[in-house]
């Protein structure tokens, strides 16, 4: 059975690329990245879908938080909120952790040559974001190459695939791509605070809120306001 | 004054990188990275290195130990010792840490942004090398556009530069620039494992060791055997 590994922050489109992983015949090696962010929430939550999944998980530590420059690993930078989707995508927030999915990658990618994988997967997405540089397609397939190169895999002419299927889906299809799949969605946690529940309104929330209304549907995780 | 991170091991090459990038200009950001590598002493090496430079030093944790996979994170797998270079250069060798220095690029690139650093410098060498795909310059060039592409300062049009000044050196070479650039070379440690002296037998101190010996000159950093 071939390998994925896949990278799982315990939000709602990293839950569905790994089921969308599953579905393409994957045996899944979950991975999460603690790397000082401001909270524990959605690591526990990382936990929950790899076990619902049945997947094999880890965590390893980054400790991005020693670099500062970011409101994700910074107490003392504000994380936005309610900011409408088009302006998000306007600009690079204070949300945005430099390199972070290259720090993300590049782990997972050591992984998949320990364990012999074919492929990472990863939830990024390029519709409804952030508009974080390092969600973007020609940015994945930069490092992929880039692995390729720098990697025994690749050496030997069987390079890791980097792989994002959800990359240009809305937030509504994401969800509905979730349900097909049986995503375990109800285990997610999507708010960059960390909360008793989401709070609604930071740019994860309200991309989470907008995606499940597209699609018509009730989202089974509760908010603040 | 123009900024640059600067990779910083505790070992020859790397020393040389930093001073040359004091060279050409730059203000130096020197950045370790504990890997959970089989001992601390490169890591003092690195230490005492930045001070003689004075560079602002700092370390990173990332556990690659947790994925296993290498004689440099795992006791269990054994160094070899005694092996001629151009054996090493034939193949990728159990010391190999997958994807490591794309870990490391990638936090260095993190910290480039959050510095505001024009450029990274790595002492990667690829010519008296132990066989490891991520030191070769079609691999770094395939990281800096992959860096480009997923930070800000790419996004901006002023991309992170990944420098790898040794690259096409030979070991003597680097040991001659060294010299001519004044590098603390006395204060460097290559040495895979963690022993009072170096043991001299590693592919690392036998690259070392033949990199002195071509330049003719006298290593300052002694050996066990």
Same mark, same amino acid.
């Given at each position: 059975?071939?390998?994925?590994?896949?990278?799982?922050?315990?939000?709602?489109?990293?839950?569905?690329?790994?089921?969308?992983?599953?579905?393409?015949?994957?045996?899944?090696?979950? +991975? =999460?990245?603690?790397?000082?962010?401001?909270?524990?929430?959605?690591?526990?939550?990382?936990?929950?879908?790899?076990?619902?999944?049945?997947?094999?998980?880890?965590?390893?530590?980054?400790?991005? &938080?020693? +670099?500062?420059? =970011?409101?994700?690993?910074?107490?003392?930078?504000? #994380?936005?909120?309610?900011?409408?989707?088009?302006?998000?995508?306007?600009?690079?927030?204070?949300?945005?952790?430099? &390199?972070?999915?290259?720090?993300? +990658?590049?782990?997972?990618?050591?992984?998949?040559?320990?364990?012999? &994988?074919?492929? #990472?997967?990863?939830?990024?997405?390029?519709?409804?974001?952030?508009?974080?540089?390092?969600?973007?397609?020609?940015?994945?397939?930069?490092?992929?190459?880039?692995?390729?190169?720098?990697?025994?895999?690749?050496?030997?002419?069987? &390079?890791?695939?980097?792989?994002?299927?959800?990359?240009?889906?809305? /937030?509504?299809?994401?969800?509905?791509?979730? +349900?097909?799949? /049986?995503?375990?969605?109800?285990?997610?946690? =999507?708010?960059?605070?960390?909360?008793? /529940?989401?709070?609604?309104?930071?740019?994860?929330?309200?991309?989470?809120? /907008?995606?499940?209304?597209?699609?018509?549907?009730?989202?089974?995780?509760?908010?603040?306001?």
């Amino acid at each position: 059975m071939r390998r994925a590994v896949v990278l799982l922050s315990g939000g709602l489109d990293s839950c569905v690329a790994a089921s969308e992983a599953q579905h393409r015949g994957f045996r899944l090696h979950a +991975l =999460s990245i603690d790397y000082g962010q401001r909270h524990a929430r959605e690591l526990q939550a990382a936990r929950d879908v790899a076990r619902a999944l049945g997947a094999e998980h880890r965590t390893v530590r980054v400790d991005l &938080a020693a +670099l500062g420059g =970011s409101a994700l690993t910074d107490q003392a930078i504000a #994380v936005p909120q309610d900011r409408d989707a088009h302006v998000m995508a306007a600009d690079i927030p204070p949300t945005y952790v430099p &390199a972070r999915n290259t720090v993300f +990658l590049s782990i997972a990618a050591g992984w998949a040559e320990v364990l012999d &994988a074919d492929a #990472v997967f990863i939830g990024a997405n390029a519709v409804d974001y952030s508009g974080y540089p390092d969600c973007r397609p020609e940015y994945l397939r930069a490092f992929e190459e880039a692995a390729r190169l720098g990697t025994r895999r690749g050496i030997e002419g069987r &390079a890791i695939r980097i792989e994002a299927p959800l990359v240009h889906l809305s /937030k509504a299809g994401i969800v509905h791509l979730g +349900l097909e799949r /049986k995503a375990p969605l109800h285990l997610t946690w =999507s708010c960059y605070l960390g909360g008793r /529940k989401q709070c609604g309104r930071c740019d994860s929330c309200r991309l989470r809120r /907008k995606g499940f209304r597209e699609a018509g549907l009730e989202d089974p995780v509760g908010y603040e306001a």
